[in-house]
């Protein structure tokens, strides 16, 4: 960690405002109400995947117009990161988020009694908006009050929380729309938003630089080469990995599997991430970034050749699991560099870095569908794992050569 993330008694002049001490290590307490919070967002992101089709035939509507609930909520999660991350900035990381739990619950209310798709599809869009918070504040916490040195113990923490969120939607949505209802399945992120509203009243705010114009947050960012090449580097990261993952369910489903073992092998992603984070824990600071950096890519390029070679049911368990380690090597490692580079507009930083992730998940999905509705996954799958290898080359050799 240079001086960059480091407390300083004048303003650099590049800086709006002086950058605050980090606070003492972060509680256990606050650690998991942090895990509540991502593991709620999560959830709700992922539930609707699984319940489409059943949604479509209850509601008496076409699945490409169900598609808008999902579509329309992850393009919201996306375009309001930066808006939460400056907010988050300006008036605190707990204000702000108890602020857009309170809002989630209310939407996660009106997606529960939806009468039709256009209710259903306009409460979605909001739910995607306000839980698109929790996730880059609670990471943003974790930068103002852990020193970098030790910081990605805790970010692994939360990236296990993240995982189990999107392995718990995955499997437990489907079930429960099947044999419950679909409308209990958005009840239940609404109901935990709202414990955290009331909860997160005993997570202390940490300090933060007094806040500057309006729109200073973006000119810190925006002003760090080193942030655009990490915003680069999540923009491939959230390519190769989450534009592609979206597809093992549909290989297997093309191969005859049923929805629900399609929808556990995708699960085991989550699996792999929660196993392999506590490895990587444990190898903070006896690794190097670098080198944590390159296992992950290593997991995720074996992982693709996996499925490239056989869409056999074993062959995308390994892959998922693999993909999921590789995850948590790699993506926690990015994260925890992300949170070092504007220390004076950190949730600014981290909400841009959120931004280029899905943007680049988004472009992969869709440059790979038309191989999807040929069926051709092996070349989808190939494709993946040769990006892999430029981007844990960009990754490792830029966050060895970074300072910050």
Not at 339 to 362: D, E, H
């Amino acid at each position: 960690m240079d001086t960059a993330d480091s407390p300083r008694t004048t303003p650099a002049p590049s800086h709006p405002s002086t950058p605050t001490p980090a606070a003492p290590p972060l509680p256990a307490a606050s650690l998991r109400l942090l895990r509540a919070a991502g593991f709620v967002s999560n959830f709700d992101r992922f539930c609707i995947t699984p319940m489409l089709l059943l949604i479509g035939a209850q509601l008496g509507v076409q699945l490409a117009t169900v598609m808008l609930a999902a579509s329309g909520y992850f393009l919201a999660y996306g375009l309001m990161q930066p808006v939460w991350g400056l907010a988050s900035d300006r008036f605190g990381r707990v204000r702000v988020m108890r602020i857009s739990l309170a809002g989630a619950a209310v939407a996660a209310l009106c997606s529960v009694l939806a009468p039709g798709a256009t209710v259903l599809i306009a409460a979605r869009i909001a739910a995607g908006a306000f839980f698109a918070a929790s996730i880059a504040a609670s990471i943003t916490y974790v930068g103002d009050t852990v020193p970098a040195a030790v910081r990605q113990r805790p970010l692994s923490e939360l990236m296990t929380a993240f995982a189990l969120g999107t392995a718990v939607a995955t499997v437990v949505a489907g079930a429960l729309a099947h044999y419950v209802s679909w409308r209990l399945v958005f009840a239940l992120p609404g109901v935990i938003a709202l414990y955290l509203v009331v909860a997160l009243r005993r997570l202390p705010e940490p300090p933060r630089a007094a806040p500057g114009a309006l729109l200073a947050p973006f000119k810190v960012v925006l002003s760090s080469r080193w942030q655009w090449y990490v915003m680069a580097v999540a923009m491939l990261e959230g390519a190769v990995l989450l534009g592609f993952l979206t597809y093992i369910a549909p290989a297997l489903e093309a191969r005859g599997a049923s929805a629900t073992l399609a929808g556990a092998v995708s699960a085991l992603y989550g699996v792999g991430s929660m196993a392999a984070s506590q490895l990587v824990k444990r190898l903070v600071g006896r690794w190097s970034a670098a080198g944590l950096i390159v296992a992950g890519g290593v997991q995720m390029a074996v992982a693709f050749g996996f499925a490239a070679v056989s869409l056999s049911v074993p062959s995308l368990v390994v892959c998922a699991l693999l993909l999921g380690g590789g995850w948590s090597f790699m993506h926690s490692t990015i994260q925890s560099w992300a949170t070092t580079l504007s220390p004076a507009a950190r949730a600014t930083g981290v909400a841009m870095f959120g931004v280029a992730l899905y943007v680049g998940s988004a472009l992969a999905s869709a440059f790979a569908a038309g191989p999807a509705e040929r069926h051709a996954y092996p070349g989808m799958f190939l494709t993946a794992a040769l990006l892999t290898v430029p981007l844990t080359v960009a990754a490792a050799v830029g966050r060895a050569r970074c300072r910050s």
